[in-house]
């Protein structure tokens, strides 16, 4: 697994964690481990067989547990809080994300009051005119958000 594959995990595992309206501060710490992992020079893969939870927590902004869980990562190819998150809150919503006119509040929305839990749900639902029904998207929002579904 490479360090970019790695960082994009963490990444997608805060931006998860932030659908879900977890502590600020322990995203914040995966945001910036994926951001040190995605540049660090040497694959984490290396570090790990060479130096083991010393050598990835000598790594800034990699602590224990971060540490633990790229350790769970490179052995299993996941790791035990991915996989509970996953389970409560489906991880293609995160592909919700990437349209434009959609941020964590109104993906949580789509998910929680109307079960649009990926693009193909929000096709459908879109198509069906159920943009009109969420709070917070407006006529601008709403055009946006069809634009971009018909380039998916």
Do not use: C, H
């Amino acid at each position: 697994m490479t360090n970019q594959e790695i960082a994009r995990r963490f990444s997608r595992l805060a931006t998860m964690m932030e659908l879900r309206g977890d502590d600020p501060f322990r995203l914040r710490s995966y945001r910036n481990a994926a951001e040190t992992i995605e540049v660090w020079p040497t694959p984490l893969q290396e570090v790990a067989a060479a130096e083991g939870m010393a050598g990835l927590q000598a790594i800034p902004g990699i602590g224990k547990a971060i540490a633990g869980k790229v350790i769970e990562l490179l052995d299993k190819g996941t790791f035990d809080a991915w996989e509970r998150l996953t389970a409560e809150t489906p991880a293609s919503l995160l592909d919700l994300l990437e349209l434009p006119g959609i941020g964590p509040k109104t993906a949580m929305s789509l998910y929680q009051k109307f079960q649009v839990s990926s693009i193909e749900d929000l096709k459908l639902f879109v198509a069906g005119g159920g943009l009109n029904l969420v709070d917070g998207i407006g006529a601008k929002t709403a055009e946006k958000i069809k634009e971009s579904l018909d380039s998916v």
